[in-house]
Nanobody, 127 residues
Framework: QVQLVESGGGLVQAGGSLRLSCTASGGTFSSYRMGWFRQAPGKEREFVAAVSRGGSATYYADSVKGRFTISRDNAKNTVYLQMNSLKHEDTADYYC????????????????????WGQGTQVTVSS
């Protein structure tokens, strides 16, 4: 059983930055594709960013491209989401997720494709 724990959320002014971290335990981290999702009150969970197993390839939702950066450090079993130029619309609960039961190599953008989830960390952007 893979356990994911997010950290780094909080309150930030519009235009500011936050760095989220997600640390995995109980599995083989380097074998998992990783992603970040977010969910605002009353809305569906949406894809934010994904990173390949080795960290060399990334993919972003259009809404965050150019502002957010996903990366991973397999030696530390950790995936990061650097968020710059934050907007009020970025306010949401942010979740780290892993693909542990699929062995293909494509980017996965649906929450249904991920089978291990963190508890979430809240990001609030004030105007």
């Amino acid at each position: 059983q893979v356990q994911l724990v997010e950290s780094g959320g909080g309150l930030v002014q519009a235009g500011g930055s936050l760095r989220l971290s997600c640390t995995a335990s109980g599995g083989t981290f380097s074998s998992y594709r990783m992603g970040w999702f977010r969910q605002a009150p009353g809305k569906e969970r949406e894809f934010v960013a994904a990173v390949s197993r080795g960290g060399s390839a990334t993919y972003y939702a259009d809404s965050v491209k150019g502002r957010f950066t996903i990366s991973r450090d397999n030696a530390k079993n950790t995936v990061y989401l650097q968020m710059n130029s934050l907007k009020h619309e970025d306010t949401a609960d942010y979740y780290c997720a892993a693909v542990t039961r699929r062995w293909d190599t494509t980017f996965l953008l649906s929450p249904k494709d991920y089978d291990a989830w963190g508890q979430g960390t809240q990001v609030t952007v004030s105007s």
